[in-house]
């Protein structure tokens, strides 16, 4: 049963077509990646999706609600971890978490033991009383999953989830983020520009170029296309999307987020 699904989801700005009849769906409790060059697209489509973007044409269906027309019943079905929100340094851990949890409408009866059990899933617990300035890279995005894990939504979005954290916190990040799709059976739909990370976590990938969609499969299948032995993930994102045209200024505000957000984890 698919939970997500596009039907030819655009966004125009002007002559500049940023996402280009997008087509993909996700099937319930499926870990699913949007891959492609800076520009090509993916945070636009997830932006779309979480509903902070309007599209210009198309739509798409979280749990059968359509984002265009029925946007409040989406946001209720989804959380979202963009790369660049951040958690209040001046609050602690459990405090971040008990304003998200008001954010949410959660029951004042729950909110305790949610804000506690969350912390706890996420391995938080002993740091819940910490303020958040003194988290390290990988306890502040653990941090932020949580927040928007907060509501168990049944569809979590991840933008670079794991940028600028080193191998030990990217693992401990990723054990968390399976956690939370095995227990709850969250549906997974990320961006990553770390192909091994995509190859060993994901069921299927889409690729990205040019705002189009030029591949969709599971990361074996899509080796497989190659024909090529010993072929890698990183061979098929060269081969699919290396015809990408450069767009000098896209990439560079793509290239200054992820440094911003390199230097705030880590």
């Avoid at 077509?17 to 499926?30: D, K, L, P, R, T």
């Avoid at 391995?123 to 306890?139: F, I, N, P, Q, T």
Wanted: with cysteine; net charge positive; aromatic share 6%.
């Amino acid at each position: 049963m698919d939970i997500l699904v596009t039907k030819d989801l655009t966004k125009a700005y002007g002559k500049v077509i940023a996402a280009n009849a997008v087509n993909i769906s996700v099937a319930q409790g499926e870990v699913f990646a949007l891959l492609g060059p800076n520009g090509a697209g993916k945070s636009t489509v997830l932006k779309m999706l979480t509903t902070l973007l309007p599209p210009t044409s198309g739509d798409a269906f979280i749990d059968g609600n359509s984002i265009r027309t029925q946007p409040n019943k989406v946001r209720k079905s989804i959380g979202y971890v963009p790369q660049m929100l951040a958690a209040d340094g001046s609050l602690t851990g459990y405090e971040n978490l008990r304003i998200f949890a008001k954010l949410y409408d959660i029951p004042s009866a729950e909110l305790k033991q949610r804000v506690n059990d969350t912390l706890a899933f996420m391995g938080l617990a002993d740091s819940a009383k910490k303020l958040v300035k003194d988290y390290s890279g990988g306890m502040i995005r653990k941090l932020e999953i949580a927040q928007a894990m907060m509501h168990r939504p049944k569809v979590m979005f991840l933008d670079e989830p794991t940028v600028g954290l080193d191998p030990i916190a990217r693992k401990t990040v990723w054990e968390h983020i399976m956690q939370l799709q095995k227990e709850y059976g969250t549906t997974i739909v990320m961006t990553t520009h770390l192909m091994e990370e995509a190859d060993e976590i994901c069921r299927r990938v889409a690729l990205m170029s040019n705002g189009k969609i030029v591949a969709t499969d599971t990361p074996a299948n899509l080796k497989a296309s190659l024909n090529k032995p010993g072929a890698t993930l990183e061979d098929v994102f060269i081969f699919y999307t290396g015809n990408q045209k450069e767009d000098e200024d896209g990439g560079i505000r793509n290239i200054s987020r992820e440094r911003r957000t390199a230097s705030r984890l880590g």
